[in-house]
């Protein structure tokens, strides 16, 4: 039954995306760019109204969606038989399938690469009140600190769907990385290349590492190459290479290139878009690369198939100011590509299309004032400074990650019939990536080993999937055969991180397999599968769990799968996303003083936050001693409620009395 369920829904949720695809074919170039900036439209409009009034859950939207879709689909049933709209769907549909492929092998939620924040921050948009919403993991305080786009789309999409947090999590997931994948075949598809040519650099894109990737068993300490271990560390070092490759992972050969094997303090790590998947979670990064490659897209198009200009230079401006709302740290490198773009084309295109662009950056950042309002008074102030002495990179492990782009942009010249392009692509960025190691941008949040690691993490992974994309793009379609052979096989060698990650994929334990609402990790245990599922459908009321020193970082998971408030989420999350906390710590103790049963008056505590559930979960259950204690001082206003059916532990919830 739960098959047929899922396998309808998908069903119904694809209609709704073909009709939106179809609908904005009629202004857009049908295919990618439609169907992205459809879903790009309908979000940020809803994204504007939701700061004004909020439109509280909105499931029963679903059918009447559903049944428009369905209308629209008929009445361009025949544009469906065209080759280009099969052929647009079907990239579309392979690679929402190879998204969803990894969140059902491992579906769990746990605070590893950033999933628990991530589910968190997901479930603050589902209750549908007006933005900015409560913050579920501070709830005296509203989310109007940390950017918002990406999430509260899977907010709306969950409200809609009826889908809990947890699975819409993983299921945003797959369709934003499939909108991203499918942008990337709108934009090879731009390019006069063979079939070959394309599958060999989308599968690099969808699949592929760093320059790291065809050299790391080169330079790593013998061991079993298809195996779980070597592939954990060969997906780990592709993206946490400089800094974390430890002297016991490095071999003899890397030992005498390089006098610092350690790497030893300064922690500079890469995410490409290709590395999303093993990772897991949906950080702001994913929202980053769609906008990155939807400006590829339409600046091919414009370039090489101009149809829609006016509309696509709409969307093109639009994408600038959006940015910020979705991942603010690349919207500097958005402004740059778009403005770069447009400052190119002066006196060359029409001035009409310089109005559509700014007119189109005036309405995306329209959309955003509102939630401009707080972020830009409670969200990281980030200043750029000159990176200093000693925070460089070390120029062997620099190069080794961005080879593959460095060189294609130093044969842009050679590019033939793409030449200029080319050219284009490659005094965009090369510069930027040229810029990281002179310019860092701080925000508070890290110092010392990691004064450079966000901007290191944000903007190199940008710079190195979209320039790489771009530019081995133009190499393939040079036709110049040695230049080609030259793009072709940079492609190849990056896309040899896919043997790894099909070994990552193939060794690594599935324990939660098809459990996409995110809840296998929690779940477990029967008793706390039931803790878990009273608390999804009880009252609203603030949920207390205990803060752990350890990992995983479990605090807040029960409150945002059930979709209630915690009083107080993961600490040290909370302390990175906003620094000016200062009563978190004091917080924070008191929890952990309250599950050790050492605070004093233990219902004023309680009463003082307005406390309706306490939970004791499978990680305190054979604690019986404080059990014991709390139960003692806070029964009189507290009921609880056991769900181990085993004497010599408790898994429950405290209940506040009537």
Excluded at 76 to 81: G, M, P, S, V
Excluded at 321 to 343: E, H, R, Y
Excluded at 499 to 511: E, H, I, T
Aim: glycine share 10%; charged share 15%; hydrophobic share 50%.
């Amino acid at each position: 039954m739960r098959l047929i369920y899922f396998l309808s829904l998908a069903t119904i949720v694809y209609v709704n995306f073909l009709g939106l695809t179809l609908a904005g074919g009629r202004i857009l170039p049908a295919g990618a760019i439609a169907r992205a900036g459809a879903v790009i439209g309908v979000c940020a409009a809803a994204f504007f109204f939701e700061h004004f009034i909020g439109f509280g859950q909105v499931q029963w939207l679903l059918p009447p969606l559903t049944i428009a879709s369905g209308f629209i689909v008929w009445r361009h049933r025949h544009d469906l038989l065209q080759r280009s709209t099969l052929v647009a769907e079907a990239a579309f549909v392979v690679a929402v399938g190879y998204g969803l492929c990894w969140k059902l092998a491992f579906p769990q939620i746990v605070e590893s690469f950033d999933e628990l924040s991530d589910v968190h921050l997901v479930a603050n948009y589902m209750t549908g009140e007006r933005l900015p919403p409560v913050d579920m993991w501070l709830p005296w305080q509203h989310l109007d600190y940390y950017y918002a786009f990406q999430h509260y789309a899977a907010g709306l999409f969950g409200r809609i769907t009826g889908l809990g947090a947890g699975a819409s999590f993983n299921v945003a997931a797959a369709l934003l990385s499939g909108l991203v994948i499918a942008l990337a075949w709108d934009f090879l598809e731009s390019f006069s290349l063979r079939l070959p040519a394309k599958l060999l650099a989308i599968v690099c894109f969808a699949v592929g590492g760093t320059g790291l990737s065809p050299l790391f068993h080169l330079i790593a300490a013998p061991g079993g190459f298809f195996s779980a271990e070597a592939a954990h560390d060969a997906v780990l070092h592709n993206s946490r290479f400089i800094g974390w490759f430890e002297e016991k992972t490095a071999s003899g050969l890397w030992r005498s290139l390089s006098p610092e094997p350690t790497v030893a303090g300064l922690q500079l790590p890469i995410e490409t878009f290709g590395q999303q998947f093993p990772i897991g979670g949906f950080h702001a990064p994913l929202s980053g690369f769609l906008f990155l490659v939807l400006a590829l897209a339409i600046i091919a198009r414009l370039a090489l198939r101009p149809t829609c200009k006016s509309q696509l230079e709409f969307l093109l401006g639009a994408s600038v100011p959006l940015t910020i709302c979705a991942n603010a740290w690349v919207f500097p490198l958005q402004a740059i590509l778009v403005g770069s773009w447009k400052l190119w084309d002066i006196g060359t295109a029409p001035l009409r299309e310089l109005r559509f662009s700014i007119t189109g950056f005036a309405a995306g950042l329209i959309a955003i004032l509102p939630f401009l309002a707080g972020f830009a008074i409670h969200g990281h102030g980030i200043s750029l400074v000159r990176v200093q002495p000693g925070q460089h990179s070390p120029w062997l492990q620099f190069l080794l990650l961005h080879w593959p782009l460095i060189l294609a942009g130093l044969l842009a010249p050679f590019a033939g019939r793409q030449r200029g392009l080319a050219l284009r692509f490659a005094a965009i960025f090369l510069p930027l990536l040229a810029a990281t190691e002179l310019l860092n941008a701080f925000d508070g949040a890290y110092g010392g080993d990691f004064v450079r690691f966000n901007p290191a993490l944000k903007w190199w992974g940008w710079i190195f999937t979209g320039g790489f994309l771009a530019l081995s793009t133009c190499l393939l379609a040079s036709g110049r055969r040695l230049v080609s052979w030259v793009g072709a096989g940079s492609l190849i060698l990056v896309s040899l991180f896919a043997v790894d990650l099909g070994s990552y994929f193939a060794l690594r334990p599935k324990p939660y397999l098809g459990q996409l609402n995110g809840e296998g990790f929690y779940a477990a245990d029967p008793a706390n599968a039931r803790l878990l599922a009273y608390l999804k459908n009880a009252a609203n009321g603030l949920v207390l769990e205990n803060v752990y020193d350890d990992s995983p970082k479990d605090t807040g998971i029960y409150g945002s799968l059930s979709g209630k408030p915690d009083l107080i989420g993961v600490p040290w999350i909370l302390q990175v996303w906003d620094n000016r906390l200062t009563e978190l710590p004091g917080l924070a103790a008191n929890v952990g003083r309250f599950y050790r049963g050492q605070i004093p008056a233990a219902l004023d505590f309680l009463g003082g936050f307005n406390v309706r559930y306490v939970v004791w979960s499978v990680r305190e259950s054979t604690d019986l001693a404080n059990w014991s204690a709390i139960d003692q001082a806070i029964e009189a206003h507290y009921a609880w409620m056991e769900f181990s059916a085993t004497p010599d532990r408790h898994v429950g919830l405290w209940v506040r009395r009537p």
